[in-house]
């Protein structure tokens, strides 16, 4: 045990949820400390959809969710508008929707304050051509899309700014109780093994699919139902607007354009452990499929690649049990361990939407100042974040334009799909070392356009480890290296998501990136490091005979290492 320290409040968990709750506490005067295992927004956070939602998804179902969804989007857009792109919402009706539905959403809407306005076919056609043509009745609503990185920086920013703390890489592994109170929690470094002891006077678990464990480290039962998610990313964005079919929620039914790409989702289907989950071939071609309905060539357009996240939906045991996930509320629920479970200063949220976080944060708050007697009131909803200019969402071109308003000419580019420059990479180095470049990946959006970190990687790696070679590791590890690690983690990372995917176009994309790798940067070298590590100098080894064999072949390789 290297130290302690003490804090009002621990809250375990760094995805919006615990970002939102931290900068809650802070502002009533509670000095708190958020604990993320991985990265900030490693979770569901940084693996969900990308979907401001307007409230439509929920108007004909659940108007209480609707509602809230509705007033915490105009408290985002107010906010948080850095973190937020104003692509509007079409729901459209296709030949397979069910009339009554369509016919009775305009008037849902309305009920939970929704502006809903129905356009005529041939203007949102003429706006988005590669809709389906045969679309019967198109209304047009308030979605976004949301930047979930950027906006826990500005959380957490506004968190320390008010005398908390944030640490990443930082896992919750156990809890000291005396009598009914949580009195510690012991907290473990990732990087370094180190442990931390830290004394608190109340613990908030904001730690989403994963609840269930922290409530177990306290002895608690927490009956959480995660739900994996699957979603698919495209090299375009087929549509600049947000477009839902207008039924209810269902696979594949919306599509989101997310900055330079869009992305088709999702799914929903119960998994036992929300680290443990696998995409399959057939999920992929089940969501083309219904894809295919809203835009049709959809089947022919490039993939880039697939990824999932896991739903932190919570039934409790009282809850007849659904057999199906998208039976289970969305809504949030804060559960307090002291009536239930007899542990009087804990208390868990769960369930909720990335739009609803501030609300989430907000309700959870409440809670944990009626507890320790704290009167202040909640001040999230007007104190804009920072970092951020009242009304000034971001848009597609906008690091280009701000290039060009600055003189343009050389703009050093790292990653030419997201216009991510050298000095804005130092600049996320200079204030988050040490980092990897996944980290820079979620700060900086290098390598999240459509050539997937293709060829920006190995820039990018240069960078990374030019920094570790100035830093107090250098004599340990040689910056060549580094660089290496930092290329194969990254790649292996990043082959995940391109295996369900592999055939037609993307094979060949996916056989030219890895052949530029595994060719004349050698790094087959490095995933197979056998003769390396006995002092036999790396050497690229020769290219199997077919596409498809080397292919599987540089596959296995990455696999075999996950
Ligand atoms: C497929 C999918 C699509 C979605 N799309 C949308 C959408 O478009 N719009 C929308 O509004 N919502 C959407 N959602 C819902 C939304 O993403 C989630 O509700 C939200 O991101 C949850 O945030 P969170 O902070 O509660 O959880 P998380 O982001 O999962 O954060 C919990 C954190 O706890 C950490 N943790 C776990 N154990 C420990 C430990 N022992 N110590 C320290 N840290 C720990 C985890 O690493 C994790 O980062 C979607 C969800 C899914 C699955």
């Not at 470094?189 to 442990?195: C, K, L, N, V």
């Not at 799914?267 to 835009?295: N, Q």
Request: aromatic share 6%.
């Amino acid at each position: 045990m290297s130290e302690s320290q003490a804090f009002d409040v621990l809250v375990v968990g760094g995805g919006a949820t615990g970002a939102g709750v931290v900068r809650d506490l802070s502002r009533r005067g509670l000095r708190s400390l958020l604990v993320e295992r991985g990265d900030f927004g490693t979770g569901t956070t940084g693996r969900y959809h990308g979907l401001l939602h307007s409230g439509g998804r929920y108007a004909m179902k659940d108007s209480n969710a609707a509602r809230e969804c509705i007033a915490e989007n105009r408290v985002l857009r107010r906010i948080a508008p850095a973190s937020i792109e104003d692509t509007g919402g079409y729901f459209v009706a296709t030949p397979d929707d069910p009339e009554d539905y369509v016919e009775q959403f305009p008037a849902a809407c309305a009920k939970a304050g929704i502006e809903c306005e129905e356009i005529p076919v041939a203007q949102a056609l003429s706006r988005e051509p590669a809709l389906n043509p045969r679309i019967r009745r198109v209304f047009r609503l308030p979605d976004g899309s949301v930047e979930p990185w950027n906006l826990i920086e500005a959380n957490l920013a506004d968190a320390r700014a008010h005398g908390s703390e944030a640490w990443s890489y930082h896992r919750v592994v156990a809890f000291d109780k005396t009598g009914e109170r949580i009195t510690a929690a012991t907290v473990r470094d990732e990087r370094s093994g180190a442990t931390t002891k830290i004394s608190v006077r109340f613990v908030v678990s904001a730690a989403g699919a994963w609840a269930g464990q922290i409530a177990a480290m306290a002895g608690v039962q927490l009956e959480m139902r995660p739900g994996k998610g699957v979603m698919l990313i495209y090299n375009q964005r087929m549509t600049d607007t947000v477009v839902n079919r207008c039924h209810k929620s269902s696979d594949g039914d919306i599509m989101v354009p997310v900055h330079t790409v869009a992305i088709l989702g999702t799914t929903d289907v119960r998994v036992a452990d929300p680290d443990v989950y696998e995409v399959s071939r057939e999920e992929v071609a089940a969501l083309i499929a219904e894809g295919e309905k809203l835009f049709p060539g959809l089947g022919k357009m490039r993939l880039l690649r697939t990824y999932a996240g896991v739903r932190p939906l919570y039934q409790p045991p009282a809850d007849v049990q659904a057999a199906d996930n998208r039976a289970v509320s969305r809504a949030h629920t804060i559960v307090d361990h002291a009536d239930r479970d007899g542990v009087d200063n804990y208390v868990s949220i769960v369930g909720g939407k990335l739009t609803t976080f501030r609300l989430m944060a907000e309700d959870t708050v409440n809670a944990v100042c009626a507890k320790l007697g704290v009167t202040e009131p909640c001040t999230t909803a007007d104190a804009i974040l920072p970092g951020q200019v009242p009304g000034k969402t971001y848009w597609l071109g906008h690091r280009l334009a701000e290039h060009e308003a600055e003189g343009g000419g050389d703009a050093a580019l790292i990653c030419e799909c997201e216009f991510v420059t050298r000095p804005m990479l130092n600049a996320f180095l200079d204030e988050h070392w040490p980092c990897s470049i996944d980290d820079l990946r979620r700060g900086t959006r290098l390598g999240m356009g459509p050539c997937q970190g293709g060829y920006c990687t190995f820039r990018a790696a240069g960078l990374v480890a030019e920094r570790g070679a100035h830093g107090a590791a250098a004599a340990a590890q040689p910056v060549a290296e580094q660089a290496d690690e930092a290329i194969v983690s990254y790649l292996r990372e990043r082959f995940k998501g391109t295996r369900p995917i592999a055939a037609g176009r993307q094979l060949q994309e996916l056989w030219m990136v890895l052949g530029m790798y595994l060719g004349p940067l050698g790094v087959e070298s490095l995933i197979n490091p056998a003769p390396a590590a006995q002092g036999v100098p790396a050497k690229a080894t020769p290219v199997p005979a077919t596409r498809a064999s080397k292919s599987t072949k540089a596959g296995e390789a990455f696999d075999a290492q996950r």
